[in-house]
């Protein structure tokens, strides 16, 4: 389980590693990548623990350590005796961790909170228990304590919080069972019901299976993986070959690696009544024994030391086998009642939200209709607007353009004298006859005629 591999590569790890003989080979291979332990501090921790494994002072100390030393905080105290570069390493670390659980709480509360809301990022830091919130610029002795202390308790956690996920997991498949049986006729509920059992008795058909850390189980896996005489096997060996990065340890992913023939005599992907979930349990499961039996100090760790003597006791020629987790339920008919009253809560709960939803989007639908009738009153009374418009335009003879725009002559100014004809030949009778009266707006011109007579007198 990738969970627990922190505890390698980290100071439990190698406090308990017990030093063995490595060929060159091995040496100049390049350490496996370690996998993500599945907490949200993970590589903030794997980072703290390279940057410190670079000191020669405080790798010393760790090797001579013991799991106790560690976890109590005795070595976290060998801090202030690392070299300069190592912690202006590790405070950019601190800092670059606090910088990125700032930007957590800033996210989980701009979803959650209104703009312009003041954060107090301190009290909040506090919540998290892998850093000292009051220091937030420098590592030191407390930062390392409080890592160790969060992610051992944290990692001691996980595997109660797997079961209870593997629980949930079964309960869902059997309610979705039910569910679906009570959705067919009689006839065909009967034949579900025998196909479910058919499948059931195939996954049951399997070899026996042994049980893990014991002599029957080891000697297959040297037998079959390792090509190795089972009438030769020794324990020493064993543990050196399946010691896969070096370290002197057994950490929990090696000891599950050697579960895998087990599992593969229950469980197949291409099967149908093979479930793989299950499979994943039963090799934690697996693990969990060997560690409860073999690990004595209880560091989630199997020494060479620790190895050797559980194969000296007499559990380890039990030719019992292994009870694998169908085998039993592993949960309650009043847990399930509980679980499925959950569900029935919750599917309650969704309903009235996806009608709420409904009801909202109704009534966006029907405000929608009410703003595209009133656009389109607004842009009818618009035409009719430009409709009167041009109406009255045409009206007074005002002459207007293809689009009912207007158009205007330009006219002269008010008053300009205007060219008036006077004929030559004019005798005196009509020069003495009387004016005739015109129009005001031929006045200018009577003048000019007036004008030129007198003219002429003279």
């Known amino acids: 389980m990738n969970s627990s591999y922190i505890l390698w590569v980290g100071f439990l790890a190698l406090a308990a590693a017990v030093p063995i003989e490595r060929n060159q080979k091995k040496d100049e291979e390049a350490p496996p990548e370690a996998p993500d ?64 659980l700032r930007m957590l709480i800033k996210a989980k509360m701009d979803a959650t909170m209104e703009e312009n809301v003041q954060i107090d990022h301190m009290s909040l830091l506090k919540q998290f228990e892998h850093l000292d919130p009051q220091n937030q610029h420098t590592f030191e002795a407390r930062d390392l304590e409080l890592l160790i202390q969060t992610a051992t308790k944290d990692l001691e956690n996980f595997d109660a919080a797997r079961h209870e996920q593997f629980k949930h997991y079964e309960m869902m498949k059997e309610h979705e069972r039910r569910e679906y049986l009570k959705s067919l006729d009689e006839d065909k509920r009967r034949q579900e019901e025998a196909r479910f059992e058919e499948l059931k008795k195939k996954h049951n058909e399997h070899p026996k299976i042994n049980v893990p850390g014991s002599r029957d189980q080891l000697k297959e896996v040297w037998e079959e993986t390792d090509g190795l005489d089972p009438n030769e096997f020794n324990p020493k060996t064993f543990f050196k070959l399946h010691d896969t990065n070096g370290d002197g340890i057994l950490d929990e992913q090696e000891l599950e690696a050697l579960f895998t023939k087990e599992l593969e005599k229950v469980y197949d992907p291409k099967n149908e009544e093979d479930d793989m979930m299950e499979m994943q349990e039963e090799r934690m499961r697996m693990r969990e024994h060997v560690m409860k039996n073999v690990d004595t100090n209880q560091d989630r760790m199997v020494t060479l030391e620790e190895f050797i003597k559980s194969t000296e006791r007499k559990d ?130 009577q003048n000019q005629q007036q004008a030129s007579q007198h003219g002429n007198i003279l």
Do not use: C
């Open 37 to 100: 332990t599945g907490l949200y501090y993970d590589r903030y921790l794997q980072e703290v623990i390279n940057v410190l494994e670079t000191d020669g002072h405080f790798r010393e100390k760790l090797q001579s350590a013991n799991a106790d030393d560690i976890k109590n905080g005795k070595l976290s105290k060998e801090l202030d005796f690392v070299g300069h570069n190592v912690r202006t390493r590790l405070d950019e670390l601190k800092r670059q961790e606090v910088s990125r």
């Open 316 to 445: 380890f020629n039990d030719p019992h086998e292994w009870e694998p987790v169908d085998a039993r339920q592993v949960y309650t008919e009043a847990e399930l009642l509980a679980f499925e009253q959950q569900l029935n809560e919750r599917e309650l709960a969704l309903n009235q939200k996806k009608e709420q939803l409904q009801r909202d989007h109704s009534e966006l639908e029907q405000r929608q209709l009410e703003l595209d009738a009133q656009k389109k009153e607004y842009q009818q009374a618009v035409h009719q607007m430009e409709q009167r418009k041009l109406q009255g335009v045409e009206q007074q003879g005002v002459p207007a353009g293809a689009n009912g725009e207007l158009k205007f002559n330009a006219q002269e100014p008010h008053g300009a004298p205007k060219d008036v004809a006077v004929p030559l030949d004019t005798d005196a009778k009509d020069q003495h006859a009387p004016a005739t009266p015109r129009p005001d707006h031929h006045q200018p011109a």
